[in-house]
């Protein structure tokens, strides 16, 4: 059955209006155009249609470059941003999650950081793009007083660490293995402090720095070698380092960015033969510009003019795009704008020194939108019986691409429990499946309606989420020991204060032993009975019950609810003083309704016929049989012999354990030694199937320890001992067990 779930968490899922579809279990269900539409991908222009380029995704924004891919960011719902690589190669994109701050440079390495602003970053985490799969190298930069500068190299960054003193040092960080360490540039001046700096190339980078009284500060800007830990170069500059952009250097000029009041945004460049030095105003600084360098050409623009390249030598002038909206240098000294132009599109474009010495334009990638994933198939079961798969569903979700996840939740509609998981593409195919065990939070998952909505989502974090929602059935074979509507055994035992405790035992042995699932307390006040027998469904409800003896010889019974708790008590009948033992949940004369059975004080045996009404649940009285007072202890234990009703097993004085078969007339045949030893238990619970093997079994209780009979199917050896960790170490902590 379908569930109409767009994009919304199953915390609402669960009360949308079900659309019901004509799908049995195992059917291959197309997912209907409302979760899988998606538009259609942006084809790239004639001219560039076998070119394979990579796409930009629409809607993000530029994030930097690197030698071989690209960075673009989007923003989350709770306003983190998360981060893409997407390489030029057409390879897979790769997701770098939602970092505070990040830079990029050397080649290909990106640096994720903890802070918004690269400057104040001080745990920061290197990642070589190169190779995405590879690990990122961590760099704890505040362990050394340090924050991040630029990247170097795939294991070293340029940092501003403070000294013995405090004073500010620039200083190459690198890490090696569980190593890290720490070299200082030397030739700065030594009270220059607040760094910042470019992209490194060819062994260089060019570094911005404040410096000066407190009073008369100013800036500067140096290159440095970083192999030989020197600056080779130093260059005045009014302002100061901290927060200034625009850094810059090519084999023939140095540029950074400067801001002047009554001038607007404009760009100091310094030719590093001659030394002259030139300011190129951009404009207002509300225009949002842009800029970089590639070799003596300023490349520059704002989102309302053309993207423009002026020769710092010459002076010459040309426009390379018809629009742009930002820039960033490579590290091989190239640039990429994204922009557009009307040969080509929309796209990031890669600007480059031709061998004329003009600048080259080449598109490198597309912008459009990325194709959606889709959900093209479901495989989900409208109805699964547990008891007949073994206790496992398998459910799937045929996706269009591979490069994905699911995240789906199981929430159970009555109670909204819910179970949580993520699947991930298979070895082959884009069938994404797992096996449910039916558990919720380790214990058995209750029977009933679940809303199973799946998430797909690419693993590059591109594009929305898209959703499919399903309603899946979940039944067992009803359990008359069961209270709690997860088709398990509820064993319920009273202690010494008259509490009443739950105790949920999983479906099915955990590795050959019986194990439970926890422990419950049902409530006080349950000392007042001097018995309490589970009667198992008498009202027709699917759920176990109970009957109570009072001091008085009355007998109330509590209607079991499918939570584990119980309707309030209603009273059947006075005069059961009369009977010293009760036994029930067992149906006896084969007309589907538990029965029960009490011995009175002169030893006779009488049967009730359940009713299936749960104001008078049972029928009038038929008498079975005397001789019954040679036992002190009755079970009925449903039908384990595999005759026509449910059988009974009764443990005389001396401990011999006795089977008598159910003849479908509520009452039985001759009786069948089962064996001794069975003193050794104060109690003895029917306890329905506990091993789900469709037989029901036994519960022995004692001061030597609790065990699992499971019922073999044979009259000669009806039982085979399991172990259990029910009431391990509890055996006198009981004086009632049902």
Do not use: C
């Amino acid at each position: 059955m379908q569930l109409r779930i767009t994009g919304t968490r199953l915390a609402t899922a669960v009360t949308v209006v079900l659309a019901v579809t004509a799908l049995g279990a195992g059917t291959l269900a197309t997912a209907p155009a409302a979760f899988a539409a998606t538009p259609a991908a942006v084809a790239a222009p004639a001219d560039q249609a076998d070119t394979a380029l990579p796409v930009y995704p629409e809607g993000t924004d530029f994030g930097g470059v690197g030698a071989s891919g690209f960075l673009t960011y989007s923003f989350a719902e709770d306003g983190s941003r998360k981060l893409l690589w997407t390489p030029y190669d057409g390879g897979a994109r790769t997701s770098l999650g939602t970092p505070e701050g990040w830079a990029a440079g050397a080649g290909d390495v990106v640096v994720l950081g903890d802070a918004g602003w690269s400057a104040n970053m001080r745990a920061i985490t290197l990642r070589n793009m190169a190779t995405p799969s590879a690990p990122g190298v961590d760099i704890d930069l505040a362990a050394l007083q340090g924050n991040f500068v630029a990247v170097l190299s795939p294991t070293s960054v340029l940092a501003q660490v403070a000294n013995a003193v405090g004073q500010q040092e620039l200083h190459v960080v690198t890490k090696d293995g569980a190593t890290t360490t720490s070299r200082k540039i030397s030739g700065l001046p030594a009270n220059a402090t607040d760094y910042g700096g470019s992209v490194a190339r060819d062994g260089s980078v060019l570094v911005a720095y404040e410096t000066g009284p407190a009073d008369k500060r100013t800036g500067g800007r140096a290159l440095v070698d970083v192999a030989a830990g020197t600056v080779t170069a130093t260059y005045a500059a009014p302002e100061s380092g901290y927060g200034y952009g625009g850094l810059n250097f090519s084999a023939s000029h140095v540029t950074w960015f400067g801001y002047e009041a009554g001038t607007g945004d404009y760009i100091t460049s310094v030719d590093r033969t001659t030394g002259t030095e030139k300011k190129t105003v951009l404009g207002s600084h509300l225009d949002e510009w842009y800029h970089t360098l590639v070799g003596d050409w300023l490349v520059y623009g704002n989102p309302t003019t053309p993207v423009r390249a002026v020769s710092l030598t010459t002076g010459e002038t040309r426009e390379l795009l018809d629009s742009g909206t930002g820039a960033s240098t490579a590290a091989d000294g190239t640039a990429i704008v994204r922009g557009a132009r009307a040969a080509d599109g929309k796209g990031l474009f890669r600007i480059e020194v031709a061998e004329d010495g003009t600048p080259k334009v080449t598109k490198a990638a597309d912008e459009a939108p990325l194709v959606d994933l889709k959900i093209e198939q479901v495989h989900v079961p409208d109805t699964v019986n547990l008891d007949q798969t073994g206790g496992e569903v398998t459910l799937g979700w045929t996706l269009s691409q591979r490069e994905a996840y699911v995240d789906v939740t199981l929430t159970h509609m009555a109670t909204e429990q819910a179970y949580r998981t993520r699947v991930y593409a298979p070895a082959e195919g884009n069938r994404f499946s797992f096996t449910w065990d039916a558990l919720i939070d380790a214990a058995d998952a209750p029977n009933g309606s679940y809303a199973v909505e799946a998430e797909a989502k690419l693993l590059d974090g591109t594009g929305a989420p898209v959703s499919q929602g399903w309603q899946m059935n979940v039944v067992r074979t009803i359990n008359p020991h069961d209270y709690t509507n997860n088709g398990s055994t509820d064993v319920l035992a009273r202690d010494a204060a008259g509490a009443l405790w739950r105790d949920d035992l999983r479906d099915r042995p955990v590795d050959g032993t019986v194990v439970t699932a926890g422990r419950t307390k049902i409530g006080t006040g349950w000392g007042a009975y001097k018995q309490i027998e589970a009667v198992g469904d008498l009202a027709g409800n699917e759920v176990g019950d109970l009957v109570a003896l009072d001091g008085a010889g009355v007998l109330w019974h509590y209607l079991g609810k499918p939570d584990g708790t119980f309707e309030t008590r209603v009273k059947v009948g006075t005069g059961w003083g009369a009977y010293n033992k009760l036994t029930g949940g067992s149906d006896l004369d084969g007309d589907g309704r538990a029965d029960l059975l009490a011995t009175d004080t002169t030893g006779v045996l009488w049967f009730y016929k359940g009713t299936g009404d749960a104001a008078k649940p049972f029928a009038t009285r038929a008498r079975v049989g005397g001789g019954w007072g040679a036992y002190n202890h009755l079970t009925a234990v449903g039908n384990i012999a595999g005759t026509s009703a449910g059988d009974l097993v009764a443990r005389d004085t001396s401990g011999v354990l006795w089977l008598y078969q159910g003849n479908g007339s509520g009452n039985f045949a001759a009786r069948v030694q089962v064996g001794g030893g069975w003193g050794a238990f104060s109690q003895l619970v029917g306890a329905g199937d506990v091993d789900g093997d469709g037989r029901p079994d036994l519960i022995a209780y004692g001061t030597g320890g609790t065990y699992v009979y499971r019922s073999t199917g044979s009259t000669t050896a009806p039982f085979s001992r399991r172990t259990t960790n029910l009431y391990a170490g509890e055996g006198t902590k009981f004086n009632h067990v049902v």
